[in-house]
Nanobody
Framework: QVQLVESGGGLVQPGGSLRLSCAGS????????MGWYRQAPGKQRELVAT???????VYADSVKGRFTISRDDAKNTVYLQMNSLKPEDTAVYYC????????????WGQGIQVTVSS
């Protein structure tokens, strides 16, 4: 059974930084893509950033230049460094890990709260 556990969330002031981590455990095997998504109250879940094939990254326009995604395959872990945080970044953040084809494996964490407020 695969389990993803997120950590690093919390309350931060505008302009501050947080680093999210997500560690996968269990029979996870080889992962093609890792990513972060978020869902704010009353809104749909949206992509924040993904990293696939080890190096190819995609970022939402709203976080470009402020957030950086990285991964450590030896640890089955994905990170999200969030700088210059804004109140509109407030949301529950979810990590995702998947195989090359989603039908082979598509795993989600339970979500972690990030609140940006003064």
């Amino acid at each position: 059974q695969v389990q993803l556990v997120e950590s690093g969330g919390g309350l931060v002031q505008p302009g501050g930084s947080l680093r999210l981590s997500c560690a996968g455990s269990g029979s996870i095997g080889s992962i093609f893509a890792m990513g972060w998504y978020r869902q704010a109250p009353g809104k749909q879940r949206e992509l924040v950033a993904t990293i696939s094939g080890g190096v190819a990254t995609v970022y939402a326009d709203s976080v470009k230049g402020r957030f950086t995604i990285s991964r450590d395959d030896a640890k089955n872990t994905v990170y999200l460094q969030m700088n210059s945080l804004k109140p509109e970044d407030t949301a529950v953040y979810y990590c995702n890990m998947r195989k090359l084809f989603r039908s082979q494996g598509d795993y989600w964490g339970q979500g972690i709260q990030v609140t940006v407020s003064s």
